[in-house]
C-alpha cells in the first residue's frame, strides 16, 4: 500500500513539476527579445464533426512555416482546441494573455470569435482573423489591433449576388438557416442581386431533412436557388437537391464555403454543376497557388479547402510584418504598419487591406465540375468583383 | 393540390422515420420505466455501420445486415452493462448514465470511424423519381422509407399480439411487478425490448443514412423530436407512437410548407419570416401542449 501511494506521489509530482514548468516557461519566451520564438496563441475547433476544418487550418498554417520561422523570425504555435464552444476559446484566450501572449489567430467560427476578440485587444493584444469576418467588428466597432486577412462574411455573398445577375437569372429562390448568419447571408445577396426575389425560404438550424423545402421551390419554378448551409445541413442539402431531381433544372449557386473539398467528398456526385461564389479554389491559375496546392498535397496526402488557403495567406502575412520588427512585436505601431502594408504574395492573387483592416481582393464565379480523371473539382468560371471591399469600410473610424 | 400532395407524402417519410425510433424508446420507457438518452446514438450507429459497410462491400443489403447487428448487438451491450443496474434507482441516474454513454458512443464512433463521415450513395435500385400522379415526380428512396415505415408498423403489429414474446411486452407496459410475480425471467424480456429497440434504431439509421449526411450528433437531433412523438402518443403504446409519429411527421412538415405562405398573406414580409420561422419550429412543441391539456396521458395510453 505504502508502495503505491509513494509511486503515486512521485507521479503527482512530477506531473505538477511539468505543469509549472509549462505556465513558468510562456511568459519567459514572451519577454525576452527576438533570439527566442514569437509565440502566436492559435485557438481553433479541433474536435466536433467541424474539427476538419480546424485540422485544415492548422495544417494549412504550419505549412507556411520555415524550419519553425515565419518571415525569416522563429515562432511558436501555441494551438488549444475549443470545442466549438465560445466559452472553452475564451478561457484559453485568458489563460495566454496571462501568459504573455500578444499576438492571436486560428478562431474558424464567427461566434467563437466575438467571445475571443474583445478580451484580447483589451489586453492590448493583436489579432489576425484567418477565416470568419463578421459584420460587428467590421463597421463601428472596428479596432486598430484587429485584423482580417480572410474576408468580410458579407462580401461573400454580395459576390454570389453578382455571380446571379452574371449568370442572367431573373427569379431567385433563396434558403437559410432561421439565424444570424443565415438572415446576413441573404442580405448581402440582395444588396446585389438585381433580378426578383420570388421566394425566402428560411429553414431550422439543426434541420436535416428539406424535402418540404424543396417541394416548394418547384412549386415556384425559380430560375436558380441560392442557398446557405454550412457543414452538415450543407451536405444534406445538396444531395436531396440531386435526388429529388431539382438539379437538373433548377441551378443551385451557393458561397464556396457551404461546398468544400472535404464535403464533395461526402456528397458524391452531387456536387456535379453546383455554382459558387469564391475567392480561391484549388485550381486558381497562379504560380503561388499551384505550389501551395502542390505542397500542401504532399506534406498531408489530401487536397487542401479554402480554410487551408486561408490559414496559409494569413500565416505569410503575419510572417511580412514580424519580419518588418524583426520579431519584436513590443513595437506594436510599427507592426500594426507593416500587418497593413501587406507585403506577402498571397495564394488568392491581388490582396490589400482596406480602410477597416479587412481586406479588398477579387471574387470569382466558379463551378464545381468533373475534371478529365473523373474527380470534381471546382473550376474558376470568371472574375465577378475586382478589388472589393466590404459594405462597412466607410462607417469604420481607425486613427 | 400536387403540392399539397408531395408534402403529405414527405410528411409521412418524416413519420416513417420517426416511427421507428419511437417504437423502441416507448417500449423501453412505457415497460421499464428507463429514460434512454442513448437511444438516438443507437440510430447514429447503425447508420455509421450501414455506411462503412456499404463503403467496404458495395451492397446495400450488407449495410442493412450490418446496420442492424451493429445496433442491436450495442444495444444488448448497453442494456447488459450500464442499464440493467439502474432499474431501481431514480429516473435522475438513468439519465445521468445514458447522457454520458451519448458522450461515451459519439467518442467512440469517431475513433473507430475516424472523424471524416462516411459517405453513402442511394443503393440504385432506389435511385431516381417515379412518377405518383400526373405531374408529381417523387423520389423512389423516400417512397421506400415509407414502405418500410408500413412493413414495420405491420411487423410490430403482429409480434406484439400475436406472439407470446408479445403478450409479455404488453403485460410488461401494464403492470411490470405482476408479470414478474409470474415467473417471467424479466431480466431477459427487458434485454429482449431493448434489443428489439436498437434493431428498429439501426433500421432507421440505413434508411436514412443516404438522404442525410452520417455524422457524430445525429442521433442527438433526432431523439428530443422522438420523445416528443412518445409523449404525444401516451408512453408505451406501440399504436401511440404510430399516431404520434404521423402526426408529428405532418404537423412539421406542412406546417413548414404553409405556415410561411399564410403569414405572409397576412402580415409583411419582414415580420412575416421571423415570425413562421419561430412557429415553425414551434409547432410540434405546441401540438404536444395542447394534446396534454386534453389528454394528460397522450392519445392512446397503453394504461387507461
Given at each position: 500500500m505504502t508502495r503505491i501511494s509513494s509511486s503515486w506521489q512521485a507521479v503527482a509530482a512530477a506531473f505538477l513539476a511539468a505543469i509549472l514548468a509549462v505556465i513558468l516557461a510562456a511568459p519567459a519566451s514572451a519577454q525576452s527579445g527576438p533570439a527566442t520564438p514569437t509565440t502566436i496563441g492559435f485557438i481553433t475547433t479541433l474536435s466536433t464533426p467541424a474539427g476538419y476544418i480546424g485540422e485544415d487550418i492548422r495544417d494549412g498554417f504550419q505549412l507556411a512555416l520555415k524550419d519553425g520561422t515565419l518571415g525569416g523570425v522563429p515562432v511558436k504555435l501555441q494551438i488549444e482546441d475549443d470545442s466549438l464552444k465560445p466559452a472553452n476559446a475564451k478561457q484559453a484566450a485568458d489563460r495566454m494573455i496571462q501568459s504573455g501572449i500578444k499576438l492571436f489567430t486560428g478562431v474558424n467560427f464567427s461566434n467563437v470569435l466575438a467571445a475571443v476578440v474583445p478580451g484580447v485587444l483589451e489586453a492590448g493584444g493583436v489579432y489576425v482573423s484567418l477565416n470568419p469576418g463578421p459584420s460587428v467588428f467590421a463597421g463601428?466597432?472596428?479596432?486598430?489591433?484587429y485584423f482580417v486577412a480572410s474576408y468580410q462574411n458579407d462580401a461573400f455573398h454580395e459576390a454570389a449576388g453578382l455571380s446571379a445577375n452574371l449568370l442572367g437569372y431573373k427569379r431567385v429562390v433563396l434558403l437559410a438557416p432561421a439565424y444570424q448568419a443565415g438572415r446576413d447571408a441573404l442580405e448581402g445577396f440582395k444588396r446585389t442581386f438585381k433580378g426578383e426575389i420570388i421566394g425566402e425560404i428560411y429553414t431550422k438550424l439543426?434541420?436535416?431533412?428539406?424535402s418540404v423545402e424543396l417541394a416548394r421551390v418547384r412549386s415556384l419554378q425559380p430560375d436558380a436557388i441560392y442557398q446557405f448551409h454550412p457543414g452538415g445541413a450543407g451536405i444534406n442539402f445538396a444531395k436531396q437537391y440531386a435526388n429529388s431531381g431539382l438539379s437538373k433544372s433548377v441551378p443551385m449557386l451557393i458561397p464556396s464555403f457551404s461546398m468544400d473539398a472535404r464535403m464533395i467528398g461526402a456528397t458524391g456526385e452531387a456536387a456535379d454543376g453546383i455554382y459558387a461564389s469564391a475567392?480561391?479554389?484549388?485550381?486558381?491559375?497562379?504560380p503561388a497557388s499551384k505550389a501551395f496546392v502542390e505542397a500542401f498535397r504532399k506534406a498531408y496526402s489530401r487536397t487542401p479547402t479554402m480554410y487551408a488557403q486561408q490559414a496559409y495567406d494569413t500565416a505569410n502575412l503575419i510572417g511580412s510584418a514580424l519580419k518588418a520588427v524583426n520579431g519584436d512585436i513590443s513595437k506594436q505601431a510599427e507592426f500594426r504598419d507593416a500587418l497593413r502594408k501587406a507585403h506577402f504574395t498571397a495564394v488568392r492573387g491581388k490582396f490589400s487591406l482596406g480602410p477597416n483592416q479587412h481586406p479588398i481582393q477579387d471574387y470569382y464565379l466558379t463551378k464545381f465540375v468533373k475534371n478529365a480523371s473523373g474527380e470534381i473539382v471546382q473550376t474558376v468560371v470568371r472574375k465577378v468583383a475586382e478589388d472589393y471591399g466590404d459594405a462597412y469600410a466607410a462607417r469604420c473610424k481607425i486613427d | 393540390m400536387i403540392l399539397l400532395i408531395e408534402q403529405v407524402l414527405n410528411g409521412l417519410q418524416y413519420g416513417a422515420m420517426l416511427f421507428m425510433l419511437a417504437s423502441g424508446l416507448t417500449l423501453i420507457f412505457g415497460i421499464m420505466g428507463v429514460i434512454n438518452l442513448t437511444h438516438g446514438s443507437l440510430y447514429m450507429v447503425g447508420a455509421y455501420c450501414a455506411a462503412s459497410a456499404v463503403l467496404q462491400s458495395g451492397s446495400f443489403l450488407v449495410g442493412i445486415a450490418a446496420a442492424l447487428a451493429g445496433a442491436g448487438l450495442y444495444a444488448v451491450v448497453i442494456e447488459l452493462a450500464v442499464v440493467q443496474w439502474l432499474?431501481?434507482?431514480?429516473?435522475l441516474y438513468q439519465v445521468l448514465a445514458t447522457l454520458g454513454l451519448i458522450l461515451f458512443t459519439n467518442e467512440a464512433v469517431s475513433l473507430i470511424f475516424g472523424r471524416r463521415p462516411p459517405l453513402m450513395d442511394i443503393p440504385p435500385f432506389l435511385q431516381g423519381s417515379v412518377?405518383?400522379?400526373?405531374g408529381l415526380d417523387y423520389p423512389l428512396m423516400r417512397l421506400a422509407f415509407i414502405g418500410v415505415g408500413g412493413l414495420v408498423a405491420v411487423g410490430l403489429w403482429l409480434l406484439v399480439n400475436h406472439t407470446r414474446l408479445g403478450m409479455l411486452v404488453r403485460a410488461g407496459a401494464d403492470d411490470r411487478e405482476m408479470v414478474s410475480a409470474l415467473g417471467v425471467d424479466i431480466r431477459r424480456l427487458y434485454t429482449l425490448v431493448f434489443g428489439l429497440g436498437g434493431l428498429l434504431c439501426g433500421l432507421a439509421g440505413v434508411m436514412a443514412a443516404p438522404l442525410l449526411a452520417v455524422e457524430i450528433g445525429m442521433g442527438e437531433r433526432v431523439l428530443i423530436t422522438t420523445f416528443v412523438v412518445i409523449v404525444i402518443g401516451g408512453v408505451g403504446s406501440i399504436r401511440g407512437a404510430l399516431v404520434g409519429a404521423l402526426l408529428v411527421g405532418m404537423v412539421d412538415g406542412l406546417g413548414r410548407a404553409y405556415l410561411p405562405q399564410g403569414l405572409q398573406m397576412l402580415l409583411p414580409p419582414s415580420v412575416a419570416d421571423t415570425l413562421s420561422a419561430g412557429l415553425v419550429s414551434a409547432s410540434i412543441y405546441v401540438l404536444m401542449a395542447i394534446v396534454l391539456l386534453v389528454r394528460p396521458l397522450g392519445l392512446l395510453p397503453a394504461r387507461s
Open positions: 463601428e466597432k472596428c479596432n486598430r489591433n439543426d434541420q436535416t431533412d428539406f475567392i480561391w479554389t484549388t485550381e486558381s491559375d497562379n | 432499474y431501481r434507482r431514480d429516473h412518377t405518383v400522379l400526373p
